[in-house]
C-alpha cells in the first residue's frame, strides 16, 4: 500500500469529474450567453454572476480548475523533473499560485455577497 495520498486511481478519478463538471459549467454559460435577450454588458454580467446559484456554480468551477491544474502539472514535473530539489521547489511554487489564485477568486465572490 502507498503512503502518497495522491498517487494512482484517485487524482485519474478527481481530475476525470473536474473536466466533466468544467465542461458542463462552460456549455451552462454559453447557453446562458447564447439565451440573453439583450446585449451583454458590465451589469448584466455582474447581476448574472453574482446571483447565489451561479455564484456556488463558479466557486465549484474554480475549484475543479484548481485540482485539475494541481494533478496535471504534478503529474509533468513528476514525470520530467528528475532532480529531488528542484522538483520540491516547483511543487512548492506551484501550490503557492494555485492558492493564491484560488483565495482571490474567492474573495471576489465573497465580496459579491457581501455588497
Known amino acids: 500500500m502507498s503512503l502518497y495520498v495522491l498517487e494512482g486511481l484517485r487524482p485519474w478519478v478527481i481530475q476525470r469529474v473536474s473536466a466533466v463538471y468544467m465542461l458542463?459549467?462552460?456549455l451552462y454559460v454559453a447557453w446562458c450567453l447564447l439565451g440573453a435577450d439583450t446585449t451583454v454588458s458590465y451589469a448584466s454580467w455582474k447581476g448574472w454572476l453574482f446571483a447565489p446559484f451561479n455564484t456556488t456554480a463558479v466557486g465549484l468551477f474554480v475549484i475543479a480548475v484548481l485540482f485539475h491544474a494541481w494533478i496535471g502539472i504534478r503529474d509533468v514535473v513528476l514525470d520530467y523533473v528528475h532532480n529531488i530539489m528542484l522538483r520540491i521547489f516547483i511543487l512548492g511554487m506551484l501550490i503557492g499560485i494555485l492558492l493564491g489564485s484560488g483565495l482571490w477568486v474567492f474573495r471576489l465572490l465573497l465580496?459579491?455577497?457581501v455588497a
Do not use: A
Open 24 to 26: 458542463l459549467f462552460t
Open 111 to 113: 465580496l459579491s455577497v
